[in-house]
């Protein structure tokens, strides 16, 4: 990773950026974003200790906090106002997670305007921790102490590679799950229960296998479409997929998984069973509600939008793991911007604000998946029940997934060099073009945009 990134070009880079990437970022889509910077800063006042009273005076601290989209974050820092008096928490929240990080962009070139805390969000990571000067380094603040909390691939996440500096505490997660119709299963022959549906996709082969049988019995598609078939297996990439870790070089034409992930959705494609609908498409949203395909692949946020685009189906969807591992997209970490001057106070809020307790009542009240693994065997967590689900403990397969994930590298041309490999796969699915010459095109494309970055 080039850490000499100029962050002019980050604030180019993010605005390039879709809205749509991670965290559910769709969900908010009709959010307005944020108007402006609040430019909130720490008061330093002292409280007036009464006459006569030997106690020393407490430090009054207010703290601006930027948060993005649906979080129970503003309720969190009023419960944690109420145990500390001397601090005030003013929270500014976006549901545009694109001018979220644009105004945050904005305040760290301009010197002055930036919050005291900032919800980041994992896919604009890696431009950030490329400017790693404007933030406090947790580890200097007591986050070692904490780290084996959380699960190690996600803490990594927001992590220098030498691990010496991190970046945010881990929030939430979106491991990667399959989920399913049991009612196309069925009419399939296929087993509906997740655990039989499991099995009988539980290696990529299988899954090809399945899908081809699927359609040829029902006539109907068996993926959804060709990004989420495409980003499954990508995914499990190890270690990294487009990128070196060690010097940013394109590794992508020669990673193994990356042309497994081409292959195999070509191979969808060619053999009828990958749906010829966009991502976030309205067509997209009423093949779910009508049952035009069996399977969608996605993270585990991705269950409130199958819930908002097909309440007609509710009860007859289930989880089942993915083949051969799972993957990650979306989640989010709180950082501090060196603008901040009250590090200690601003450090311990965020600590609590991501404890056990607190991302257990995140996830019950606003579905926000945990990224400490002790809660995937706490009762409160394992005994949900989702009834859109069927009564499925769906927690209990989101946390599976989440143990799956392995540690992997991005970088900050990642999300440019993504579109070239989807677009290469949509003129396959659009245009019936050779599959050969567009993973030529999308190699070449990646290459000359890694030469100028």
């Not at 002292?46 to 030997?54: I, L, T, V, Y």
């Not at 290696?203 to 495409?230: E, I, N």
């Amino acid at each position: 990773m080039k850490k000499t990134k100029n962050l002019a070009l980050a604030l180019v880079s993010i605005m390039l950026m879709s809205s749509l990437a991670a965290c559910g970022g769709s969900n908010n889509g009709g959010n307005k974003a944020a108007e402006g910077n609040s430019g909130n800063k720490g008061s330093s006042t002292a409280a007036p200790a009464a006459e006569g009273d030997k106690a020393e005076s407490v430090e009054k601290v207010e703290l601006s906090f930027w948060t993005l989209g649906n979080v129970n974050y503003e309720e969190l820092a009023a419960a944690y106002t109420k145990e500390h008096p001397n601090v005030t928490i003013k929270i500014q929240n976006t549901g545009d997670q694109t001018a979220h990080h644009n105004n945050l962009t904005t305040a760290l070139s301009a010197g002055s305007g930036a919050p005291d805390i900032f919800q980041l969000e994992i896919g604009f990571m890696e431009r950030f921790l490329g400017a790693q000067d404007k933030f406090y380094n947790l580890n200097d603040l007591g986050a070692k102490d904490i780290q084996a909390n959380y699960l190690d691939w996600k803490w990594k996440q927001a992590s220098s590679i030498d691990g010496s500096f991190q970046l945010g505490l881990p929030t939430d997660i979106g491991p990667t799950v399959v989920y399913y119709r049991t009612d196309l299963a069925e009419a399939a022959g296929l087993p509906s229960d997740p655990e039989g549906f499991g099995a009988a996709i539980d290696t990529w082969d299988k899954f090809a296998t399945v899908a081809k049988a699927f359609k040829d019995k029902t006539g109907k598609y068996f993926s959804d479409l060709t990004d989420l078939t495409y980003n499954a297996l990508r995914d499990q990439s190890a270690d990294e997929i487009y990128f070196s870790k060690a010097d940013g070089s394109f590794i992508g034409d020669t990673n193994p998984q990356v042309k497994k992930a081409y292959d195999f959705t070509v191979k969808g494609i060619q053999e009828g069973w990958i749906s010829n609908v966009m991502l976030w498409s309205p067509e997209w949203g009423q093949g779910m509600n009508d049952g035009s395909f069996a399977v969608v692949m996605g993270p585990a946020w991705m269950a409130g939008n199958i819930k908002s685009n097909a309440p007609d189906s509710s009860g007859k969807w289930r989880i089942a793991q993915l083949p051969e591992g799972a993957g990650n997209w979306g989640g989010s970490f709180i950082t501090l911007p060196k603008e901040g001057k009250h590090s200690k106070e601003a450090y311990d809020f965020i600590q609590w604000l991501v404890n056990k307790d607190n991302q257990l009542e995140s996830f019950k009240t606003k579905g926000l998946m945990p990224s400490i693994p002790a809660l995937y065997e706490d009762p409160a967590f394992v005994d949900f029940k989702d009834d859109f689900f069927g009564g499925q403990q769906t927690a209990v397969e989101f946390g599976k997934a989440a143990n799956r994930v392995k540690p992997v590298y991005y970088g900050p041309l990642h999300d440019q060099t993504d579109t070239f490999f989807k677009n290469a796969l949509k003129n396959v699915l659009e245009k019936k073009a050779d599959p050969a010459k567009e993973w030529d095109s999308a190699v070449k494309q990646a290459k000359t945009l890694a030469e100028r970055g």
